[in-house]
């Protein structure tokens, strides 16, 4: 079944403490996507990478890290969580260039920072 | 930079009745996709729109894409409370802007 998954799917830590959240997908595609989405905000745009060992910065990548080892994983570090990092992640992928490809989306990480 | 912004927030309907969500952009998109969210779920793909001045349905959607691609709209007729959800439009190439979304609520 053509997915992505994303782990944990729940999270809550404390200020500072280092973690990282997985995305996974098995469906080949280059493209990969990180989001973050709150409360009348909509879904904004965290990094995204357009092949292995390309990233590039989204609307707001501060505080955010993020790898493309490999094709079909694209993990999203937080080295020093802060309470307005508390939001629901969304890790997502597509074919080729985002905006002219559906984008698949993971069911989300709702990660609590304290 | 680029900005896309979706109106209005919250739309409160009674079952039957029609439903419409606006989005709007800062600059010409070179196309624009739509995407529902339900509630506790993640955004799922609905359609994307290229050509200027483009309309496509889906059974009851219709959506609609501005002459000078700026602007998009969503229409709903004769809603169900299966529509429920938060309904985005996204444009950009590989830097996605979405709007905020409008959340729909449907009374029975």
């Known amino acids: 079944e053509a997915q992505v998954t994303q782990n944990p799917r729940y999270l809550i830590t404390v200020t500072g403490k280092k973690l990282t959240v997985t995305c996974s997908q098995n469906?080949?595609?280059?493209?990969m996507s990180w989001y973050r989405q709150d409360p009348g905000l909509g879904l904004r745009q965290i990094y995204y990478?357009?092949?292995?060992?390309?990233?590039d910065k989204g609307d707001v990548p501060e505080g955010y890290k993020v790898s493309r080892k490999e094709k079909r994983n694209f993990p999203l570090i937080l080295e020093s969580p802060s309470p307005n990092q508390t939001s629901l992640y969304f890790c997502?992928?597509?074919?080729?260039?985002?905006?002219?490809?559906?984008?698949?989306f993971g069911p989300g990480t709702r990660l609590t920072v304290l | 930079g680029q900005q896309v912004m979706q109106i209005p927030q919250y739309q409160h309907v009674q079952e039957g009745e029609d439903f419409t969500t606006y989005c709007n952009s800062s600059?010409?998109?070179?196309?624009i996709q739509w995407y529902k969210q339900r509630p506790g779920g993640h955004p799922v793909f609905l359609i994307q729109?290229?050509?200027?001045?483009e309309v496509k349905k889906q059974k009851r959607l219709t959506f609609q894409f501005g002459e000078a691609k700026k602007n998009s709209s969503l229409h709903i007729t004769a809603t169900q409370t299966t529509d429920v959800g938060t309904y985005f439009c996204?444009?950009?190439?590989?830097?996605?802007?979405f709007g905020a979304g409008t959340r729909l609520t449907v009374k029975p």
């Open positions: 469906m080949n595609h280059e493209y």
């Open positions: 600059t010409t998109l070179s196309n």
């Open positions: 997502a992928s597509t074919r080729g260039l985002a905006g002219r490809n559906e984008q698949f």
């Open positions: 729109l290229v050509k200027s001045g």
């Open positions: 996204a444009g950009g190439n590989n830097d996605m802007r």
């Open positions: 990478s357009m092949n292995v060992e390309v990233t």
